[in-house]
């Protein structure tokens, strides 16, 4: 359903200044990804958040993406406290538009798919804007 209207509309409670500036990031790439955000979460195809909890319990998970087709919206959460935060932000958001995990994360850190990549990254590897433009142009 996403960017049935040409515009990919997100949501998130507060000010998500690092969220907003990848986005933007990813609209000066031209490579046919336009987001708009809204302040209705109703309205939202992407829902991001933050949480000071664990994730399913899990101490080691830092965030999730999740869709379904009975709620089909990506809803990203986001562990606040935890080193290199930005990373797996991005790592989220690239579920959300459709890319997957490597099938060798040892063998393909290039990618901020990779559970191996370097998380000091805050944004896209150009394989990853690859593979955007592949998708979306």
Do not use: Q
């Not at 049935?4 to 907003?20: M, N, R």
């Not at 930005?86 to 063998?107: M, N, Q, S």
Request: charged share 35%.
């Amino acid at each position: 359903p996403m960017m049935d209207d040409g515009k990919i509309k997100w949501y998130c409670p507060g000010k998500a200044k690092f969220f907003k500036k990848i986005v933007k990031k990813l609209e000066a790439e031209d490579i046919g990804l336009d987001f708009k955000r809204t302040r209705k979460e109703h309205k939202a195809e992407i829902y991001y958040r933050k949480t000071k909890n664990y994730i399913d319990d899990n101490i080691f998970m830092r965030g999730v993406a999740t869709w379904s087709p009975d709620d089909p919206v990506w809803k990203l959460t986001v562990r606040k406290n935890i080193t290199n935060k930005k990373a797996t932000i991005v790592h989220e958001l690239g579920h959300a538009l459709g890319l997957a995990h490597p099938e060798d994360h040892a063998a393909e850190t290039d990618t901020i798919m990779s559970y191996n990549r370097d998380f000091s990254l805050r944004y896209f590897t150009p394989k990853d804007i690859d593979h955007l433009t592949g998708m979306y142009i």
